[in-house]
């Protein structure tokens, strides 16, 4: 097989994958009550099944034995030589425990994190509709920016002429133009919803920065996934527990069958396209993951909209039409970064 066949391939893998992903939750959300009670179901049962795929990899492959920064990794995932060289082949004991208790705070820390990402996205999805959601979540160098200025993160100037032109076209999106059949239900915009989106897309950047340190450490992708979804799936448990919500999700689970059946293929989905994304970025580079990523959502979008009825007004189109432009234009300057810059 060609390479650029292999290409084409790999690509229509990902996006059958989480096509299929994005119209099945999106159903599934639509079948759940209103409130966040019901579909802090989908996200716990993600995590569950990511624990259960995470740990037959790492059993199979041998993944979880490895210490050590593989020479074979991914220029995202390898530490330069002239650190390298600098590690003790023979760490003391103190060092050791002290690394991994470091290796505990940051699994736990960064668990901690996803499960309240979800809490909080799930939420949102009582004010704002599935593709608003998944188009805040495209500009997330938006809603990022202000945390990342707080915690003293230095952008460039095109970051900010690319976040402005991003802005403008989530104030297009989010204006929603008033209208005699406007709905008041949990799918109508409101700013209530925007903040929740905003507190989910920061803590889930704070994730993804947490998550790629530890990944520098040279520890396998799916120990760290078995590590952070396990904690993830502890918090969501004892949330569901202490909110009350644990008797009507198994009660709404006995009178929908299917349901459950629904949730089951997301999830498998779900874990199907994150590895199957992981792999993508080692044979293809940050970049073009990134590009696969933003045409996934893209897609998922328009599959919503065709599939689901959700309608944009001229001025709404136009902002999603201004949000893609933007991140194609943050897209071409990431390609034209140096090549050791492109991963970082």
Known sequence: MGKSLRFLVDVSVILVLFSAFSTLQESALKACPKGITIRLFIPLLENIVCIIFSTIICFFTKEATVSHPSSKSSSCDSIPTAIESNIPSRPSKKLTAMSKQMRLLN????????????????????????????????????FAMPFGLITGHRYRLMDWLISGVMCTGLTLLFLNPSSPHKSSSAESLSLFGLA?????????????????????????????????????????????????????????????????????????????????????????????????????????????????GHKLALQQTIGVSVVFFAIGIAAANELRKPAGEKDS
Not at 114 to 125: G, V
Not at 290 to 302: D, E, H, P, S
Request: charged share 10%; proline share 3%; net charge positive.
């Open 107 to 142: 699994h736990l820390t960064t668990g901690f994190l996803f499960a309240f990402s979800q809490i909080t996205s799930y939420h949102a999805f009582n004010f704002v509709t599935y593709p608003v959601q998944v188009m805040a979540k495209s500009s997330k160098l938006v």
């Open 196 to 308: 929740f989106l905003a507190v989910a897309i920061n803590s889930s950047a704070l994730f993804d920065e947490l998550q790629n340190k530890i990944a520098h450490t040279g520890t396998p992708r799916s120990r760290i996934l078995l590590c952070e979804m396990s904690v993830s799936a502890c918090v969501l448990s004892s949330w569901i527990v202490v909110s009350g919500a644990f008797l009507p999700i198994v009660a709404f689970l006995s009178s929908h069958p299917l349901f459950l059946l629904k949730c089951t293929a997301i999830a498998v989905l779900n874990v199907l396209g994150q590895y199957s994304f992981l792999d993508f970025k080692k044979k293809y580079g940050t970049w073009w993951k990134n590009a696969v990523a933003n045409l996934r959502k893209c897609l998922t979008i328009l599959l919503s909209l065709i599939i689901y």
